[in-house]
């Protein structure tokens, strides 16, 4: 009849493990609860998250000038001294009262003149200058006179007057920093299905690369203006999310006006008799003026901060240009924003983003590389699916 | 004790990685199939249904945020209850264990109950032996519920108790007879008592 003897331990443990093996009570319904004390995860990769988007921003402003002109610094010599191509030996004289000198960056050389006169070309020498380009009145300074195999004042005394030509210009290479744009939209939700539309707007600007072979200088360029409308686009966004990840359909628009100033590197020079009266550069301002329209496709992540209840995430894409712009390129993003519960359904989003563009857009007539960036401000609304 | 099928086993080890993740669907799936389990093991381990809340709570809290933690998805279960019984002993000592229900071992009363009445635990409603185990003294409850249905030894339960080897024997010990006086409290006598075929 005992079943159970003193001690016998290991039978009342068998008896017992058996009896509480399905033992399933109803447990009370403390999720929400639970979840809302469970400390954000993953706290451990903030700082390493922190410090890749930094050091990817950094990256990306310092991109090297080689992806975005391949052929034009291998093909051609970066500086070539015009008189050695076209020496300005035997130079036709024409005018008695103004001779014109061609700016080669670091050497400075007559090079042609014409007219009735028809003297020899005068070999000048090669004297070195440098120059001052100020903003205001674009005067040219020459500030060093060297090597010449004769002094100035007498070159100039053999000098009959000159009528432009075909001035042979090249600035030396001068790489230029500058400004930027913005772009998409996003929220994500995890594990639900979910549509979003959005609006936005950004403003676009750029960072400017100029090549050695262009007469142009970063001093002469007038970049976007933040504030001026004309710099603010619009974007509209389609996207679906799933968990923490969007694909998202985008159209954005970014409009590319620059002021600039193309030097000819020349100047004129107006003396009378042996003393030299003004100097200053030959050249044209121009302008690019051009609304690129884009259409492109953008995967995004995002990563929920639950504690300040906002995202912040990352995303690529492929752009291209609608209509007769020849661009096409990829994009990349950085976002945060916040989402505002409307009810089971809707959800809506403000978030700020930027854009940034890994081509450059280039104006084809000066090889002016911009490669745009934005920053932007988008909203939209989020439809989780049943 | 608890164990489960290895479906289950799968489809928890597969809610493993969104957990970490904080994917809210997946910590739902999991928290549906463990609550009834892990709720049990509370129960167990609390004197009353508020303590045991309490646990449960608590120990869903640790589940998830060190979920990041395991090292073997498929071990999950073990590991969940695992930090239950831990979470339910850190109670323990938080909260009760000031009141100083555990005996020393040189106090300790030898009991010389019937083993006859341990036999009565397997007739009683789950519900009731339950409640006969809340009603112990603290210190015995933890060590009774380590022991005897956890399956840790001696040696491992004065380590998580903070106690001495031979302490945890004593509290076993008169934990057991206690136990048995709660069965005899209840009505239960020896011939109400229809032994198990075994």
Known sequence: ?386 | MGSLTPQESQVLASLVPGCRNGDRRAQTQFYNLCKKRLFGICLRYAGTRSEADCIFQDAFVRIFAHMHELKDAEHVFAWAKTTVIRTAINYYHRELKASRELVSLDSAVHDTADDFHLGIVGQLEMESLVLLINELPAGYRMVLNLYLIDGYNHGEIAKMLNITEGSSRSQYARGKTALIKKLEQIGLKKDDYVPQKR
Do not use: C
């Open chain 1, 1 to 386: 009849m005992t079943m159970f003897h003193r001690n016998d331990d290991d039978e009342l443990r068998d008896l017992l493990g058996r009896r509480f093996s399905d033992f399933e009570p109803e447990a009370p319904e403390f999720l929400d609860s639970i979840l809302d004390q469970v400390k954000p995860v993953r706290n451990g990769y903030k700082i390493p998250i922190v410090k890749s988007v930094g050091l990817f921003i950094l990256s990306w402003l310092s991109l090297p000038l080689s992806p975005y002109q391949p052929a034009l610094l291998s093909s051609e010599p970066a500086l070539q001294p015009a008189r050695e191509e076209r020496p300005a030996l035997n130079i036709p004289i024409t005018k008695a009262q103004s001779k014109t000198v061609a700016d080669f960056g670091t050497t400075t050389t007559v090079t042609e003149s014409t007219g009735p006169g028809q003297g020899r070309a005068e070999r000048l020498a090669s004297f070195v200058t440098t120059r001052e380009v100020k903003d205001s009145d674009k005067e040219v300074v020459m500030a060093e006179v060297n090597a010449a195999s004769e002094p100035l004042s007498a070159v100039l005394e053999r000098i009959q007057p000159l009528a432009v030509k075909n001035l042979d210009v090249s600035l030396k290479p001068r790489v230029l920093a500058s400004r930027s744009a913005g772009e998409n939209v996003v929220t994500p939700k995890s594990g639900r299905l979910s549509f979003t539309g959005g609006i936005g707007i950004n403003n676009t600007q750029y960072v400017v690369t100029i090549l050695p072979q262009n007469p142009v200088t970063i001093q002469d360029m007038k970049l976007p203006d933040f504030w001026k409308s004309v710099n603010w686009k619009p974007q509209v966004n389609l996207g679906v999310d799933y968990d923490n990840w969007q694909l998202q359909l985008s159209y954005r628009e970014f409009t590319q006006y620059m002021d600039y100033w193309v030097t000819q590197g020349a100047i004129e020079v107006d003396y009378h008799g042996d003393s030299i009266r003004s100097i200053r550069p030959i050249g044209s301002s121009e302008r690019i003026e051009r609304n690129i329209r884009l259409i492109g496709l953008n995967a995004r992540k995002s990563i929920p901060l639950k504690k300040i209840n906002t995202y912040l995430g990352a995303g690529a894409g492929y752009q291209m240009a609608l209509g007769k712009e020849n661009y096409r390129g990829v994009w990349g993003q950085l976002f945060t924003g916040k989402n505002f519960t409307l009810n089971d359904k809707f959800l809506l989003y403000v978030e700020g983003q930027f854009n940034f563009s890994f081509n450059s857009v280039l104006h084809p007539e000066h090889q002016i590389y911009a490669r745009p960036y934005q920053i932007g401000i988008t909203t939209g609304l989020r439809w989780y699916k049943p």
